[in-house]
């Protein structure tokens, strides 16, 4: 009960009232809280938005965002994910320094997913663009670790990857 001021009397408590009410789209339940898609959906947003998220220096802090499409509306996101999405795979971004976004995100096994990271190093044999643990699996003459001193030291992409170990001693001298 209320008292002739309006507010409520001593030992009365103020009915629960619906923080959104009806027909806000913040109210709008979709019943998928628990569901994977949904957990995914609010790990981006904090990764971009949450400067206590212990990954923030790598997304929100380097400018990355949520496109407004996905932000604003879950199910918009649900319904870009709902038939990629596999427990073996992982969301990943196509280009590294871009935005959460239908057009520039993807599923992908955590192998791939791996590989792009700015802290990837490429090269080029024969035309083909590899990272470095790639190119190390695909010729199998040395490791990925070894081509990344290789190139520390100056070494050109063929060489450090297709000069076999017992070479070095012979390489930066004049050649024949």
């Known amino acids: 009960m209320r008292d002739k001021k309006g507010r409520f009397k ?3 408590i103020e009915p629960k009232r619906n923080r959104f009410p009806k027909g806000n789209k913040f109210g709008v339940k979709h019943g ?3 569901h994977p898609v949904y957990r995914l959906w609010r790990r981006i947003i904090n990764r971009c938005e949450n400067t206590n998220y212990h990954g ?3 997304y ?3 400018g990355i965002s949520v496109c407004g499409e996905w932000r604003n509306d879950f199910t918009n996101f649900y319904d870009w994910a709902k038939d990629k999405l596999n427990p073996s795979l992982q969301i990943d971004r ?5 935005n959460y976004s239908p057009k520039n995100c993807r599923f992908v096994d955590a192998k791939t997913n791996m590989h792009n990271q700015p802290r990837t190093v490429y090269v080029e044999i024969k035309g083909e663009r590899l990272s470095t643990h790639e190119a190390s699996q695909k010729y199998q003459i040395v490791s990925s670790l070894r081509i990344l001193r290789r190139i520390k030291s100056g070494w050109s992409d063929e060489d450090a990857v297709l000069m076999p170990k017992n070479r070095i ?4 001298k004049a050649r024949n």
Do not use: A
Not at 94 to 98: K, L, S, T
Not at 169 to 172: A, D, I, L, M, V
């Open 169 to 172: 001693r012979n390489y930066g």
């Open 60 to 62: 929100g802090g380097r």
């Open 32 to 34: 998928l809280h628990g």
């Open 94 to 98: 196509i280009d590294n320094d871009g």
């Open 56 to 58: 923030y220096h790598r």
């Open 10 to 12: 001593k030992g009365n």
